[in-house]
């Protein structure tokens, strides 16, 4: 494996479920599922084949600190989105969800994450969930592996049911990741599910001591307020439909700036270079991908 790649994010990209598709338990779902987190990182991508498809873009983002080779965990279920009407109720500013719906959607997302790491490392990971946020009838969770940061699972729920999941768990030499300096905060672009109607972006992480907060300036939405607990962060939001060429073409994930809002009130710039750790050329470099067929 090659030594400057630290962090290899293969992130679900456009897909086109048919409507009398039931993912959850459809035998040749599960097994798209099962190719898709069992697929070499550094393997050729797949065909291009038309819809109905599951896209993957493939993104390297270079983190100091080891090598690790991140294998993504998708998963999208008929009627993701579920139209204009549950997109209509998405807000910039996330609300908090505590109690029964917290905890379910927590425990969901934490039997999804522990399937993916044993798929693609044969063993059990300490995921915890990070962050929980609500915006409008749907919730977020983020469960990260504290004893390195590399495994990482992101969970959407509409009205309490899975919609997509998707991250990346760590390669066999990989190393943990430093600490995020003082006001700072690091991540990975790129994260997004798509159908005819729309997609959705989301950006997760982990940010600085003295970080409370961070917004994020998005193409789609303007500012993104996130979620920022713990030392981690998460944030998303709802986009126009996108292709796996467009995908390609635009690594930074349609952000186009972060700014942190440090404990004593005052914002700082963090620029896509330091979130990502890559560099300008890097970020302008488009990304190559491949796609899987669902039957």
Request: hydrophobic fraction near 40%; aromatic fraction near 4%.
């Amino acid at each position: 494996m090659n030594d400057i790649l630290d962090h290899t994010l293969r992130d679900l990209d456009p897909a086109v479920t048919p409507a009398d598709l039931d993912a959850s338990t459809d035998p040749k779902a599960r097994a798209l599922l099962a190719r898709v987190v069992g697929t070499d990182p550094m393997g050729a991508p797949a065909p291009a084949t038309s819809s109905p498809r599951v896209l993957t873009a493939r993104r390297l983002t270079m983190v100091s600190g080891g090598v690790a080779a991140g294998i993504a965990a998708a998963l999208l279920l008929p009627g993701v989105f579920g139209g204009g009407t549950a997109m209509a109720a998405w807000t910039a500013t996330p609300h908090t969800v505590s109690g029964d719906r917290a905890t379910v959607a927590q425990e969901k997302c934490l039997d999804h994450a522990q399937d993916a790491a044993m798929r693609t490392t044969g063993r059990e990971l300490g995921f915890r969930p990070v962050v929980t946020e609500g915006r409008g009838p749907w919730t977020l969770v983020y469960v990260n592996d504290d004893s390195s940061h590399l495994a990482e699972i992101r969970c959407l729920f509409r009205d309490g049911d899975l919609a997509a999941a998707g991250g990346t768990t760590p390669g066999p030499d990989a190393r943990p990741l430093p600490p995020v300096p003082a006001g700072s905060a690091r991540a990975a672009l790129g994260s997004v599910v798509s159908s005819s109607e729309e997609s959705v972006r989301i950006v997760t992480g982990r940010v600085g001591p003295g970080v409370v907060g961070l917004e994020l300036s998005t193409e789609a939405k303007g500012s993104v307020t996130a979620t920022v607990t713990g030392g981690y962060f998460a944030a998303w939001w709802p986009d126009a439909p996108t292709t796996e060429e467009r995908e390609n073409a635009s690594p930074r994930g349609g952000v186009t700036g972060v700014t942190t809002i440090l404990q004593d009130g005052s914002r700082r710039s963090v620029s896509l270079e330091e979130l990502t750790g890559r560099t300008t050329a890097q970020l302008n470099t488009p990304a190559t991908g491949g796609s899987v067929k669902l039957d």
